[in-house]
């Protein structure tokens, strides 16, 4: 595997995306934002895509008003401050308690990580009328089902229509970290670049292997694009990282969690 | 403070920095290298300057091979596996152990960060003849003294040279995470950029208030810079963020670091 990281990297949201609704070509959306801002894809390029785009694309809403929520979830919603509804969404999507103390409820996700509220996000989590229509709300957006492999199918479409070679796409969210304030972008899906940037057996300037050897690319990729994502009113879901040089990866954002077994803080 | 993102991010890697040595002037060697560039700083630049650049500056170099281990150091080095003489200087640039586990001491640094060996690293750690002749090594190299003072002083110098206006730096470093492999890039010091970007009143495509409302700017500004900066022979220490909007703050990194009292892993 090689990356090579050109001397100039360029951040850049994309146009003019609407509001995702269910049932969204998100490829077709992409192209069509590319073809809007006039650009046309690179070897190396990575597509970041939010994550919540992809979830409204699955119609991933859950009302909150009909989840009913089991004795666990009760207890736990106790012992934390959240609506007991709140924390039977996020148990439904959980494997595993990390901690649960007052005002923080952090469990291991079925997808592996480990995140405060399973990732579980209630802002632009508001779904078109036809659904909202069928219940009392409020909504809730869940975290997509598979995200490498709607990576790894995004991909392929955009691939597809001409774009080849080493393309990257990630499917990016915030995550807070435990022991420093503030949100970051990580890839929740990955398909397409190397989620981790092997750099053993390189050497330093003096000739010395390094210390810090696998850098999280597919990581501070999402950080990168975060920074001129936002969240708010300008909508910018899609971010164009240029400037890249990896090799085509087969391995997706799910070989960056540390699993289980390997957990320090268990 | 208002933070916004310009629709487009460049990330450039200042070209022809030397290995730095103990007393350069980093602010000088960074405005020749701009020159060289060509580049003249405008609003909303961020130079992010590689740790181990200030550390080098600093003369944080340490003699291994004179470092006498306690027996509290001897104690975590046959716990861990580690070199008593490397516990030894993590102990003495730390407050508190985090975990103690074979193959892992993971410390809160003196700066107040939870980290790896206290980010002492190995690599890109020779010092110069001169300092080399004194000890026998190997040399390790600790992180710089004083981060945040050292990227207020930085930002002063340039500001001095007519680079004025909102100017941001930071002191970046590479660091592991709990739950996930590989690294990311870390702000240990800041000056002039807002470390915390607080969007809290901001308000979501469809008017409800954002959820995650707090990103941490400065170690996504660090993690960009890392995507171009390297860690091999190419030596590209001091990178440029361009792009970013921000009012000028006086808060440093220390600000993003979750406090002792709030670490739920304890």
Redesign the interface.
């Known amino acids: 595997m090689t990356v090579t990281?050109?001397?100039?990297?360029?951040?850049?949201?994309l146009?003019g995306l609407p509001?995702v609704a269910p049932g969204d070509d998100l490829a077709a959306l992409v192209a069509a934002s590319l073809a809007r801002a006039e650009l046309s894809l690179r070897d190396g390029d990575v597509l970041v895509v939010a994550s919540k785009l992809v979830s409204r694309a699955e119609g991933r809403f859950v009302d909150l008003g009909a989840t009913d929520p089991t004795r666990r979830a009760h207890q736990l919603a106790v012992r934390t401050g959240h609506d007991p509804r709140h924390v039977e969404l996020i148990l439904r999507e959980s494997t595993d308690v990390s901690?649960a103390?007052p005002g923080?409820l952090?469990t291991r996700h079925r997808l592996g990580?480990?995140v405060a509220n399973a990732g579980i996000?209630?802002?632009?989590?508001?779904p078109p009328p036809a659904i909202a229509a069928r219940g009392r709300g409020p909504w809730a957006l869940l975290l997509p089902e598979h995200p490498d492999a709607t990576a790894s199918r995004l991909r392929a479409s955009l691939a597809g229509e001409g774009h080849g070679g080493a393309l990257g796409v990630v499917i990016s969210d915030?995550f807070?970290?435990?022991?420093?304030?503030?949100?970051?972008?990580?890839a929740v899906g990955s398909a397409g670049l190397p989620?981790?940037?092997d750099?053993r057996g390189?050497?330093?300037?003096?000739g010395?292997?390094?210390?810090?050897t696998?850098?999280?690319?597919a990581?501070?990729?999402a950080?990168?694009a975060?920074?001129?994502?936002?969240?708010?009113?300008e909508?910018?879901g899609v971010v164009l990282v240029r400037?890249?040089r990896f090799d085509a990866d087969d391995a997706g954002a799910a070989?960056?969690?540390?699993p289980a077994d390997q957990?320090?803080?268990a």
């Not at 996000?121 to 508001?126: E, G, I, P, Q």
């Not at 070989?255 to 540390?258: D, L, Q, Y």
Request: with cysteine; net charge positive; charged share 20%.
């Open positions: 990281c050109a001397a100039k990297l360029e951040v850049i949201a146009p509001v901690r103390i923080v952090v990580f480990v996000d209630f802002s632009n989590a508001a915030s807070g970290r435990p022991f420093r304030f503030g949100s970051v972008g990580v989620p981790l940037f750099q390189k050497r330093d300037l003096f010395r292997a390094l210390d810090h696998v850098t999280a690319l990581d501070q990729v950080g990168a975060d920074l001129v994502a936002g969240q708010a009113d909508g910018r400037g890249l070989t960056i969690v540390r957990d320090v803080y």
